[in-house]
């Protein structure tokens, strides 16, 4: 039986080999969280230019008004001093709605300082915000570069790790190996464990001294009273 756990065990160093490497391929940074960065930081570009823009037509319709305003009042005033009007009913109008006009003016001057002040500060964002852009581009490109590179080497050691398993495995007796996957299922880890200084590796529990003594004489399976994973006493 020991040089049958023997066979057990190198297929259990190729297991354990293999959960190592997929492990530290899944905690990769494969740019996921970076992406996610980036796409908010575009999503709020987009708002930004959305505020631009919204800014830029409030100030052509406000210059517009302000045009049309003008060019209404100059003809009211030519009309009024040009001596068109000249009953006071049509007076009084003419100059209610120059006063109106002026007011008018008044409102459409400060909206169109305040939109040029909007404009100003909306660009500055959007120029602002496309470095934020500019920076996590280049950062998903840098970790997915890396990415590419680390995970092709780890998805070739695994592809290794599992061609040497599978050679081991063609040595390794079934009966034991039955044995041997259905506590590999259970721990969802490893299924072996070396006993080292009285202490299961796998637990990192002392193991009793009946059970070292049963290890190191009986012939039968011996597993960790505190894990269930199979023992393992290098002679």
Not at 23 to 31: A, I, P
Not at 182 to 194: E, F, Q, S, V, W
Request: proline letters at 1%; charged letters at 30%.
């Amino acid at each position: 039986m020991h040089r049958e756990i023997e066979k057990v065990w190198a297929v259990h160093e190729m297991d354990a080999r293999l959960l190592e490497l997929n492990t530290t391929l899944q905690k990769l940074d494969n740019g996921a969280a970076a992406q996610a960065a980036l796409t908010n930081a575009e999503k709020e570009l987009a708002r930004l230019h959305e505020e631009l823009t919204a800014a830029r037509v409030a100030l052509n319709d406000a210059e517009v008004s302000l045009k049309a305003n003008e060019t209404r009042s100059e003809g009211l005033q030519k009309r009024l001093y040009g001596g068109m009007v000249s009953k006071q009913a049509e007076v009084e109008a003419v100059e209610h709605e120059i006063a109106d006009l002026k007011a008018k003016a008044g409102v459409l001057e400060t909206t169109i300082l305040e939109s040029m002040d909007a404009i100003e500060a909306a660009e500055s964002a959007v120029k602002a915000q496309e470095e934020v852009v500019q920076k996590w581009k280049e950062r998903v490109k840098t970790i997915r570069a890396a990415y590419a590179t680390s995970s092709g080497e780890l998805q070739a050691k695994i592809q290794e790790a599992s061609e040497k398993r599978a050679e081991c495995l063609a040595l390794a007796p079934e009966t034991v190996m039955f044995t041997y996957e259905a506590i590999r299922k259970r721990t969802k880890t490893t299924a072996m464990a070396r006993l080292m200084d009285g202490t299961c590796e796998g637990c990192h529990m002392q193991v009793p001294s009946f059970t070292i003594m049963r290890l190191k004489n009986s012939t039968e399976l011996t597993t960790c009273d505190n894990c269930g994973r199979l023992l393992f006493l290098e002679v």
